[in-house]
């Protein structure tokens, strides 16, 4: 069972090694063995706005630190 707070992406036209590529046997070979293919920019946004989402709720349970001397 996934969270209750879990999102589901699907990206349009990447394939499982995370590029872009047609169902078309020549592009998802290059797929595999062209390192020149970048990754779905899409899944790099996604990703990026995962970290950032957790980041800032992480900072919001941060008790409040007080510079106070010893």
Same mark, same amino acid.
């Given at each position: ?15 499982? *090694? ?20 970048? *990754?779905?920019?899409?899944? *790099? ?22 510079? *106070?001397?010893?």
């Amino acid at each position: 069972m996934a969270k209750p707070d879990a999102e589901l992406r699907m990206i349009e036209g990447m394939n499982h *090694v995370l590029k872009a590529a047609s169902l078309d046997p020549e592009q998802q070979k290059a797929s595999y063995s062209d390192p020149t293919l970048p *990754v779905v920019p899409e899944l *790099v946004e996604g990703i990026s706005q995962f970290i950032h989402a957790r980041e800032r709720l992480r900072e919001s349970h941060q008790p409040l630190r007080r510079n *106070v001397p010893q």
